[in-house]
């Protein structure tokens, strides 16, 4: 039957990490599509001339106000985008997959039809628009990630590889700016995004489950419609998946464990308050804070590193997508050295009679540590203003951003029980959100009493990137207390 089913199974993880290099992060080419946007005068009427310091025209237009509104936008949506991963969460958790799919299919198709119909008149629909591609978006992810479990041993490197073809999407917006520049209008561009929502729905129904793809994964398992299972034995196979994993499930308890023995998990609460948890929130807002603060205000920085130069903040838009796309190939390095570490002090563990759960932990601290040495690098060559020095800076960026959010699920599945997985993902994820609120302030304090000189808002965002290495040196720190136990009994 696995043999049979194999086919299947692949067409499934193919098809999900199309759509997930498709559709799902496209947001965050929002750069590429600002571009498109100030070419069909978005929020031109905001513009004013600009004067010289004696009061004389100089013959270009200050444009603070509409890049204030385009950047507005970006905050609204990337906030969005992790703020309802707990509600989305949720709505997968009770409703399973089907009922989430068509939520997300919905939501996706109703703002790819807005952006087609809006014009320079009605632009503020823009802020409706977007946070719907972004919820959409998110739920393509969160609906395919458990795709992972019908591969087993490769669980870790499959989600890692959707979450970097999440990020890779966003050059979708880079082909829409091409082909615009070639004359195919932003509004047959996004109609033919929405036409692409039958193959989402017909992906749904065919290659999908109705509930959810359980893990351990059930001898004989089958799902899609083509299965033959009723909703009532696809429950009964998600129960006996229930029973394995209980059977197999090692929890870490946050006290101190004694040896020998085996503590009943703590409370969701008790997770959400303890140290691993608040420096993990940490962690992931501060170099998400960096990631979207860089992407939402890139074009305004291109456009004063080239002094409004058109044609060369076209290319430096285009470059920065490029690289953007190569998040797919970078993402599942990450999984790949955490499979290959968890392993590795497993094992250890095995000849010293070390914690397992304690040696799979120290597996993610090398992962954490590189996404923060990632993230420092692009902060510091973010902070030049120098533009021949942007490329370093967007690949560095892509590589960072392609780390984190891989890293971020990894640990959560290595940190804390699995029963608590889905409410501490979407917590954290909701609480970074919160952060990345700061990101429009920011920019509106470099717009406005800093003159365009982001120098001492790089300096402070540069030393909390620093505050980062804490979080992988106080969890290795705790997995060696850990394994030493068994030492001093």
Request: net charge neutral; proline share 5%.
């Amino acid at each position: 039957m696995q043999g049979r089913s194999l086919p299947f199974r692949v067409a499934t993880l193919v098809t999900g990490l199309l759509e997930c290099l498709g559709f799902a992060g496209v947001l965050f080419g929002w750069t590429s599509l600002v571009f498109v946007f100030k070419e069909q005068h978005y929020f031109e009427e905001l513009c004013e001339p600009d004067a010289g310091p004696l009061g004389n025209a100089t013959g270009l237009d200050d444009c603070r106000a509409r890049d204030e509104q385009f950047s507005l936008i970006f905050t609204l949506a990337s906030f969005m985008n992790n703020f309802m991963t707990f509600p989305t969460g949720y709505i997968f958790d009770r409703f399973q997959t089907t009922v989430a799919r068509l939520i997300a299919i919905f939501l996706y198709t109703s703002a790819t039809l807005t952006i087609a119909f809006t014009s320079a008149d009605s632009a503020v629909l823009l802020f409706l628009a977007m946070p719907m591609l972004a919820v959409g978006g998110i739920l393509f992810l969160i609906t395919n990630l458990q795709i992972g479990n019908l591969f087993g041993k490769h669980r870790s490197t499959i989600i890692t590889m959707y979450n970097g073809a999440f990020d890779s999407s966003s050059a979708v917006f880079l082909v829409i700016k091409l082909l615009y520049e070639q004359g195919i209008t932003i509004k047959a561009s996004f109609i033919f995004i929405s036409i692409c929502s039958v193959w989402h729905v017909g992906r749904t129904l065919l290659l999908m489950p109705r509930g959810h793809i359980p893990y351990p994964l059930p001898a004989d398992y089958r799902y899609g419609l083509c299965s033959g299972d009723s909703p009532q034995e696809e429950d009964k196979k998600a129960a006996e998946s229930k029973k394995l994993e209980l059977q197999s499930k090692e929890f870490i308890s946050p006290k101190k464990e004694t040896p020998g023995e085996q503590q009943a998990p703590g409370s969701f609460w008790s997770y959400v308050f303890s140290q691993r948890f608040t420096w993990h929130v940490v962690w992931l807002s501060v170099i998400q804070l960096w990631h979207y603060l860089f992407i939402g205000t890139l074009n305004s920085l291109l456009n004063n590193l080239a002094s409004k130069d058109s044609a060369l903040v076209s290319t430096y838009t285009n470059a920065f997508a490029v690289t953007q796309f190569f998040g797919v190939l970078c993402a599942p390095w990450n999984g790949l050295l955490m499979d290959r570490l968890k392993h590795k002090y497993q094992e250890e563990a095995k000849k010293t009679g070390a914690p397992a759960k304690a040696a799979a932990l120290r597996a993610a601290v090398p992962s954490l540590a590189l996404t923060s040495l990632l993230c420092l690098g692009f902060a510091v060559c973010a902070s030049m203003p120098v533009l021949p020095l942007q490329g370093a800076t967007f690949v560095l960026q892509v590589t960072s951003r392609s780390f984190l959010y891989g890293s971020n699920a990894a640990f959560l599945t290595l940190a804390f029980p699995s029963e608590h997985f889905g409410k501490l993902f979407g917590l954290v994820m909701a609480l970074s959100a919160l952060v990345s609120l700061l990101q429009f302030p920011l920019f509106t304090l470099v717009k406005g009493p800093l003159q365009d000189d982001p120098l001492y808002v790089n300096l402070i965002l540069v030393l909390l990137t620093l505050l980062t290495f804490l979080h992988p040196f106080l969890v290795d720190r705790e997995c060696q207390r850990k394994e030493k136990l068994p030492e001093a009994a």
